[in-house]
């Protein structure tokens, strides 16, 4: 049984940063494709970014592009967003979602993930 668990939400200035991880317990960390979501209060799940297998395809929501970034590190089984240049409308609860995959390059932002984490609250307000 694959296990996520999200850590590093805090509440933050607008334009100030955080790095979010997805830690993974469990066999098999190499083929799990991972996806970053989040949800704010009213609103649907929004796929902010994903990473491959091979972490060579990733992929980002507009209105996130340039600001945040996904990476893995095979090491600590943990897959990590580092978001630059908050904004307000960034605030909601950030999960990760695992899913396996036999494709090396394949990820989506659609919440089509078999595995989830409890969720990590970001607030960004002055």
């Known amino acids: 049984q694959l296990r996520l668990a999200e850590s590093g939400g805090g509440l933050v200035q607008p334009g100030g940063s955080l790095r979010l991880s997805c830690a993974l317990s469990g066999a098999g960390f190499p083929f799990y494709a991972i996806g970053w979501f989040r949800q704010a209060p009213g609103k649907e799940r929004e796929g902010v970014s994903c990473?491959?297998?091979?972490?060579?395809?990733?992929a980002y929501a507009d209105s996130v592009k340039g600001r945040f970034t996904i990476s893995r590190d095979s090491a600590k089984n943990t897959v990590y967003l580092i978001m630059n240049n908050l904004k307000s409308e960034d605030t909601g609860i950030y999960f990760c979602?695992?899913?396996?995959?036999?494709?090396?390059?394949?990820?989506?932002?659609?919440?089509?993930?078999?595995?989830w984490g409890q969720g990590t609250q970001v607030t960004v307000s002055s």
């Open positions: 990473v491959s297998t091979n972490g060579g395809t990733t």
């Open positions: 979602g695992a899913d396996w995959t036999p494709s090396p390059s394949f990820c989506t932002r659609r919440p089509r993930y078999a595995y």
